[in-house]
């Protein structure tokens, strides 16, 4: 992941997405989150790669945001200080583990300026999220490993992301990203260049460089939102064995 795209499009990264994807990425988290609410009410919850913290929709009482980008998590900050959060710790970034928390009420959000790969928290969650986060990871398998060591047995691993398939449909979609996105990103945020890799993101990623990593999760979800590119995986780690963490 190059850390300055998201830098230099973090204050536009909110109203971009909603344009570019025609509002349809803001439907997919929905539906997102009330299938993870089938599962699992609360908890101690990450979302990784979290841009502007928009999975805090979920609700948990007590959610660590991974996010990598400072200029985005200054954007979070703001959003939910907005909300009414008032920030409770801040740790600079010359420290061993840095973060910010916020705190309303008996809600926690806990900002952690890291990767996937690379984060650390002392305890473990109820819940993982990974929104359209996957095509950005450096390493999928290390960040994969991670992502199990901080999940507790029985937890719950939910991701959205978008992958190639040969259906004419997925072909179609993958032409206007790769075409169409540049040219309006171009126009609307000045980073034509910077939006062409998200197509090629998407071509790098298909279903079997996810699922192969999670072979002893039990696979809740599976399926298609909207369009066949996007997929929906909820899935539970297993109690039953012994996974190594």
């Given at each position: ?5 998201y ?14 994807s025609?509002g ?7 539906v997102?989150?009330k299938?993870?609410?089938?599962f699992i ?26 996010e990598?980008?400072?200029?985005m ?12 959060f ?5 740790e ?28 650390k928290?002392?305890?473990k969650?109820?819940?993982i999220t990974?929104?359209?986060?996957f ?8 960040a ?7 999940l507790?047995?029985?937890?719950y691993?939910a ?5 190639k ?29 910077e ?15 996810i ?8 696979i ?19 109690e ?6």
């Amino acid at each position: 992941m190059d850390i300055k795209i998201y830098d230099k499009l973090a204050r536009r990264y909110d109203l971009a997405t909603k344009i570019v994807s025609f509002g349809i990425e803001e439907i997919w988290r929905s539906v997102f989150i009330k299938n993870i609410k089938k599962f699992i009410k609360n908890g101690v919850m990450i979302d990784l790669a979290s841009a502007t913290g928009e999975m805090s929709k979920v609700g948990f009482d007590k959610i660590y945001f991974v996010e990598p980008s400072s200029e985005m998590i200054k954007v979070m900050v703001e959003k939910f200080k907005k909300r009414g959060f008032r920030e409770e710790n801040f740790e600079v970034q010359f420290q061993e583990r840095p973060y910010i928390k916020l705190k309303k009420e008996k809600k926690e959000y806990i900002i952690i300026p890291s990767t996937a790969e690379e984060f650390k928290i002392d305890e473990k969650a109820d819940l993982i999220t990974a929104f359209m986060a996957f095509r950005n990871f450096d390493d999928i398998k290390k960040a994969s490993d991670n992502i199990n060591r901080h999940l507790k047995n029985g937890g719950y691993l939910a991701i959205v992301e978008m992958v190639k398939d040969d259906s004419l449909m997925s072909k179609l979609i993958l032409w206007y990203m790769n075409n169409i996105v540049p040219l309006i990103a171009g126009i609307l945020v000045g980073m034509k260049e910077e939006y062409k890799l998200l197509g090629k993101s998407i071509n790098s990623l298909d279903e079997k460089k996810i699922l192969e990593n999670f072979k002893d999760y039990d696979i809740l979800v599976n399926k298609e939102l909207f369009f066949p590119i996007a997929k929906m995986y909820i899935m539970r780690k297993n109690e039953r064995e012994n996974i190594k963490s």
